[in-house]
């Protein structure tokens, strides 16, 4: 029903600057929350950041001050901002949303690869 597309993704250099893009579309008839998971390899699926449809942020401990999310609702666009990356970074990562608080996660993107290295 809704469908989420990353892009954005690529390699990068330690210290250098990502963005993530997230685009929806589809029938979306709430926009609570949006969230931007990844996983590395060897490790479990992590929120790195979530962002309600009014702005409140969250994000994971190890990304704080060096991410941001951010939304734009008209034009159904999230982003995650990466600075500063680290080699840790590397891992796919997702766009995510759900209806409500308290709801899971049931849309899915296909993932972009990002990747920290020299």
């Known amino acids: 029903q809704v469908q989420l597309v990353e892009s954005g993704g690529g390699l990068v250099q330690p210290g250098g600057s990502l963005r993530l893009s997230c685009a929806a579309s589809?029938?979306?008839?709430?926009?609570?929350?949006m969230g931007w998971y990844r996983q590395a390899p060897g490790k479990q699926r992590e929120l790195v950041a979530n962002?309600?449809?009014?702005?409140?942020?969250n994000y994971e401990d190890s990304v704080k001050g060096r991410f941001t999310i951010s939304r734009d609702n008209a034009k159904n666009l999230v982003y995650l901002q990466m600075n500063s990356l680290k080699p840790e970074d590397t891992a796919v990562y997702y766009c995510?949303?759900?209806?409500?608080?308290?709801?899971?996660?049931?849309?899915w993107g296909q993932g972009t690869q990002v990747t920290v290295s020299s």
């Open positions: 995510a949303r759900k209806e409500r608080i308290g709801a899971p996660f049931g849309s």
């Open positions: 962002i309600t449809s009014g702005g409140i942020t």
């Open positions: 589809g029938s979306m008839f709430s926009i609570d929350v």
